[in-house]
C-alpha cells in the first residue's frame, strides 16, 4: 500500500515559478497547481533552464532517488521521487527546496510538517 502522500490536489489553477541555487550557476522553473500563494492565479513541470552540468546527486539508502546540489556553492535543490512512485504507483514526483524560490516571501506560505517517508523501507542503523 503506498504512503499517504503529503501534497494538494490539482485545483486547474497553475502557476511557473523560477528558482536558482545561492550562487546562481543553477536556474530551474517548476509549475504547480495549485499555486503556493492564494493571490496567484509535475515531475514534468520542472525545467532546469541553466546550469544543469553543475548539479550533481548524491544517493542514500537504496540509491534510488537522487538528491539534487550545485557542485559551486553546495546548495540543495530538490530531488527526484521518480523511482518511489514507480515502485507505489502513481505520477512522478520531485521535491524542491522552497528556499531556492526567486521573489517569493517564504513567510506568506503555509509550511505543514509530514514525515511520509520516516517509516519507509529500508530501515536504516548507524552503529
Known amino acids: ?13 497553475w502557476a511557473t515559478y523560477a528558482l536558482h541555487c545561492h550562487c546562481g550557476a543553477i536556474r ?8 503556493l500563494l492564494e493571490s496567484q492565479a509535475e515531475a514534468k513541470n520542472v525545467e532546469f533552464t541553466q546550469g544543469l ?5 548524491y544517493r542514500c539508502g537504496r540509491g ?9 556553492c553546495g546548495c540543495v535543490l530538490g530531488s527526484d521521487l521518480t523511482a518511489i512512485e514507480k ?26 510538517k509530514n514525515h511520509v517517508m520516516k517509516g519507509a523501507p529500508p530501515e536504516y542503523h548507524v552503529e
Open 28 to 35: 530551474y522553473n517548476i509549475t504547480i497547481s495549485p499555486p
Open 53 to 57: 552540468e553543475h548539479r550533481k546527486e
Open 87 to 112: 515502485m507505489f504507483g502513481g505520477e512522478a514526483r520531485n521535491t524542491i527546496n522552497l528556499r531556492m524560490l526567486k521573489d517569493i516571501p517564504l513567510d506568506q506560505l503555509r509550511i505543514e
Open 64 to 72: 534510488i532517488c537522487p538528491h539534487w546540489f550545485c557542485e559551486k
Open 1 to 13: 500500500m503506498p504512503p499517504p502522500v503529503p501534497w494538494p490536489e490539482e485545483t486547474g489553477v
